[in-house]
């Protein structure tokens, strides 16, 4: 499936506000928002595999757990998690793991929060990056080298 | 739907290492003061809550390590905790030779009741406060966060306000010559303007922030931090009107009373739980400052309204120790064994990743070091508690040696953290 948009990183929560309609359409919806390499995570999923074979049978990459999609045009990166880590062990794995990314490949992780203090590295390395918070107070990375 | 995205967020929002630092060490060279004051005054001097050398002493402590580590750490946690940047950085040399200046003449003046010092020091702490707090305060409030810590920030950045004013007030009172009707009840609103609306507030609000951050610890409910917020607050008005209206020792303690139990039983309890449930419990001697700070709490408290039903003079002066560098002060010590190296990382390692071998966070401090500066510390703070209840001369002289000797290893191992990380070089 072609994407239009230009969102790199997108973190959803149907739950706030609660809206009415079909969950497919909604997340369909916000992910044609995205960017070739961008990830909408979408979290307070009804039915959250449902949702993601039908966005699969949309030509979208998605998975599920737990009431929450990740949904990309192209094919989703593995998503490292590393909120067991204390700091600075998320910081130092994202900026580990950037040096050897392949131009154009996404580096998708989980921190227990908002990294500010990673940003004037990713900027210094000439990184694409995206931060958002999820519900939880942790927050999802993308990390990217440019071409 | 929602979105969390936080797009536009500047990437460049800290503070050059130096600024901070500079800070943490100048505090470090307090402690080590503090030590050689009492070590040189000894018991004879130091036995009296009214004297000039207990005074001196405890605001070597109060200002020299307190409030010249939280100007550092300001610095440093408001573009964290807030996105946004004190401005004018560079104006934190000026502020540190200030404050540093205007500490040792305030000192001097206590230590020799010398009315022209006294004014010096007012002079100089007005101005060492101005360069900080009008910088930090247009950054906090511009930034409008609207997280608790933010706002116990806020309420930091006003009772170190308050506490100055009347800081500055009682200083050129002094100076002036004579002592007013209100003396007493003044130094009590004081104390404890600085010791709850100051670092109380400043205390809690670093704690829900920190703690989660470096054990992986869950967050204090927001309504617990909104009560305690509120309950500091409303300490930090009530102190300032007991003080405006010269109203006797009792109302100040009726007035502190909201603070003291926030700052010293209910925020201790929710923190002590947080840490004691942690999901990954990885040994860290850090935690041994939490606990030491966490158990002092209550005992402040205790000695807080003990101070009001025995005229016993050992009181006050234990209250004070207790407070200042068993409560607050191990508090500091150990944040500063985790800050310090962490921000070193930041600034010198963290460009080097995955491009040359770079030391970690225990690397630069060893946790080996950081549980021999707590013994360090609980041995000087043991002493000092001794010191204060028995008034014994050796003690207060071993005191201060063991000060001292806590004071040389921090600082020691605070250089050895700056000198083992690389210098830094761009990717």
Same mark, same amino acid.
């Given at each position: 499936?072609?994407?239009?948009?230009?969102?790199? !990183?997108?973190?959803?929560d149907?739950?706030?506000p609660?809206?009415?309609?079909?969950?497919?359409?909604?997340?369909?919806? $916000?992910?044609?928002?995205?960017?070739?390499?961008?990830?909408?995570?979408?979290?307070?999923?009804?039915?959250?595999?449902?949702?993601?074979?039908?966005? *699969?049978?949309?030509?979208?990459?998605a998975?599920a757990?737990?009431?929450?999609?990740?949904?990309?045009?192209?094919? !989703?990166?593995?998503?490292?998690?590393?909120?067991?880590?204390?700091?600075?062990?998320?910081?130092?794995?994202?900026?580990? $793991?950037?040096?050897?990314?392949?131009?154009?490949?996404?580096?998708? $992780?989980?921190?227990?929060?908002?990294?500010?203090?990673l940003?004037?590295?990713?900027?210094?390395?000439?990184a694409?990056?995206?931060?958002?918070?999820?519900?939880?107070?942790?927050?999802?990375?993308w990390?990217?080298?440019? *071409? | 739907?929602?979105?969390f995205?936080?797009?536009?967020?500047?990437?460049?929002?800290?503070?050059?290492?130096?600024?901070?630092?500079?800070?943490?060490?100048?505090?470090?060279?307090?402690?080590?003061?503090?030590?050689?004051?009492?070590?040189?005054?000894?018991?004879?001097?130091?036995?009296?809550?009214?004297?000039?050398?207990?005074?001196?002493?405890?605001?070597?402590?109060?200002?020299?390590?307190?409030?010249?580590?939280?100007?550092?750490?300001l610095y440093?946690?408001?573009?964290?905790?807030?996105?946004?940047?004190?401005?004018?950085p560079?104006?934190?040399?000026?502020?540190?030779?200030?404050?540093?200046?205007?500490?040792?003449?305030l000192?001097?003046?206590?230590?020799?009741?010398?009315?022209?010092?006294?004014?010096?020091?007012?002079?100089?702490?007005?101005?060492?406060?101005?360069?900080?707090?009008?910088?930090?305060?247009?950054?906090?409030?511009r930034?409008?966060?609207?997280?608790?810590?933010?706002?116990g920030?806020?309420?930091?950045?006003?009772?170190?306000?308050?506490?100055?004013?009347?800081g500055?007030?009682?200083?050129y009172?002094r100076?002036?010559?004579?002592?007013?009707?209100?003396?007493?009840?003044?130094?009590?609103?004081?104390?404890?303007?600085?010791?709850?609306?100051?670092?109380?507030?400043?205390?809690?609000?670093?704690s829900?922030?920190?703690?989660?951050?470096?054990?992986?610890?869950?967050?204090?409910?927001?309504?617990?931090?909104?009560?305690?917020?509120?309950?500091l607050?409303v300490?930090?008005?009530?102190?300032?009107?007991?003080y405006?209206?010269?109203?006797?020792?009792l109302?100040?303690?009726?007035?502190?009373?909201?603070?003291?139990?926030?700052?010293?039983?209910?925020?201790?309890?929710?923190?002590?739980?947080?840490?004691?449930?942690?999901?990954?419990?990885?040994?860290?001697?850090?935690?041994?400052?939490?606990?030491?700070?966490?158990?002092?709490?209550p005992?402040?408290?205790g000695?807080?309204?003990?101070?009001?039903?025995?005229?016993?003079?050992?009181?006050?002066?234990l209250?004070?120790?207790?407070?200042?560098?068993?409560?607050?002060?191990?508090?500091?010590?150990?944040?500063?064994?985790?800050?310090?190296?962490?921000?070193?990382?930041?600034?010198?390692?963290?460009?080097?990743?995955g491009?040359?071998?770079?030391p970690?966070?225990?690397?630069?401090?060893?946790?080996?070091?950081?549980?021999?500066?707590?013994?360090?510390?609980?041995?000087?703070?043991?002493?000092?508690?001794?010191?204060?209840?028995?008034?014994?001369?050796?003690?207060?002289?071993?005191?201060?040696v063991?000060?001292?000797?806590?004071?040389?290893?921090?600082?020691?191992?605070?250089?050895?953290?700056?000198?083992?990380?690389?210098?830094?070089?761009?990717?």
């Amino acid at each position: 499936m072609r994407s239009s948009g230009t969102a790199r !990183l997108l973190v959803i929560d149907l739950r706030a506000p609660r809206r009415e309609g079909d969950p497919t359409a909604q997340v369909a919806a $916000a992910a044609e928002r995205l960017q070739a390499s961008g990830v909408l995570e979408v979290h307070g999923v009804p039915d959250a595999e449902a949702v993601a074979a039908a966005l *699969r049978a949309r030509g979208l990459s998605a998975d599920a757990e737990a009431g929450t999609v990740r949904v990309s045009p192209s094919p !989703l990166p593995p998503v490292e998690e590393l909120t067991g880590l204390e700091p600075p062990g998320p910081a130092e794995r994202i900026l580990d $793991a950037l040096t050897r990314l392949e131009p154009g490949a996404v580096f998708l $992780a989980v921190t227990p929060r908002y990294p500010r203090m990673l940003l004037p590295h990713l900027a210094q390395r000439g990184a694409q990056w995206e931060i958002a918070e999820r519900p939880d107070g942790t927050a999802l990375v993308w990390v990217s080298k440019p *071409r | 739907m929602s979105t969390f995205n936080m797009a536009g967020l500047r990437p460049d929002q800290g503070p050059p290492l130096f600024v901070p630092l500079s800070f943490f060490f100048a505090a470090t060279a307090a402690i080590a003061a503090a030590g050689a004051l009492a070590a040189a005054f000894g018991g004879a001097n130091l036995g009296s809550l009214w004297s000039g050398p207990t005074v001196a002493l405890v605001h070597v402590g109060t200002v020299g390590l307190l409030m010249l580590t939280m100007m550092g750490a300001l610095y440093q946690l408001l573009p964290v905790v807030a996105g946004a940047r004190v401005p004018l950085p560079r104006l934190a040399h000026l502020t540190l030779a200030l404050m540093a200046a205007g500490t040792g003449a305030l000192v001097f003046a206590q230590a020799t009741f010398d009315a022209q010092a006294f004014l010096v020091a007012a002079a100089l702490l007005t101005a060492g406060l101005c360069t900080f707090w009008f910088p930090a305060a247009w950054a906090l409030w511009r930034a409008g966060a609207a997280t608790r810590v933010a706002s116990g920030l806020r309420l930091a950045l006003m009772g170190l306000l308050a506490v100055a004013l009347v800081g500055l007030h009682l200083s050129y009172a002094r100076g002036r010559g004579g002592l007013p009707n209100a003396w007493v009840s003044w130094r009590f609103a004081h104390a404890h303007l600085g010791l709850l609306g100051w670092v109380g507030a400043l205390i809690s609000a670093v704690s829900w922030q920190v703690v989660p951050m470096f054990y992986l610890a869950k967050e204090v409910p927001q309504a617990a931090q909104r009560a305690i917020t509120i309950a500091l607050g409303v300490t930090l008005g009530a102190l300032l009107s007991v003080y405006a209206f010269g109203l006797p020792q009792l109302a100040v303690a009726f007035a502190a009373l909201p603070g003291a139990v926030a700052a010293w039983l209910v925020n201790p309890a929710l923190i002590a739980r947080t840490i004691w449930t942690r999901k990954r419990r990885r040994k860290d001697s850090s935690l041994l400052f939490w606990w030491l700070s966490l158990g002092s709490a209550p005992v402040c408290l205790g000695l807080g309204v003990a101070t009001l039903v025995t005229n016993h003079p050992a009181v006050p002066i234990l209250y004070g120790m207790v407070a200042l560098w068993g409560w607050a002060g191990a508090l500091v010590h150990g944040m500063l064994t985790r800050i310090v190296p962490f921000l070193v990382w930041f600034h010198r390692c963290a460009p080097r990743v995955g491009l040359a071998e770079v030391p970690s966070m225990k690397d630069l401090f060893p946790d080996r070091a950081v549980a021999l500066g707590f013994w360090l510390h609980a041995a000087s703070l043991a002493l000092g508690v001794a010191a204060a209840a028995l008034g014994a001369d050796l003690l207060w002289r071993a005191f201060g040696v063991a000060l001292v000797a806590t004071a040389g290893h921090l600082g020691a191992r605070l250089v050895m953290t700056v000198v083992r990380a690389p210098r830094a070089r761009t990717a």
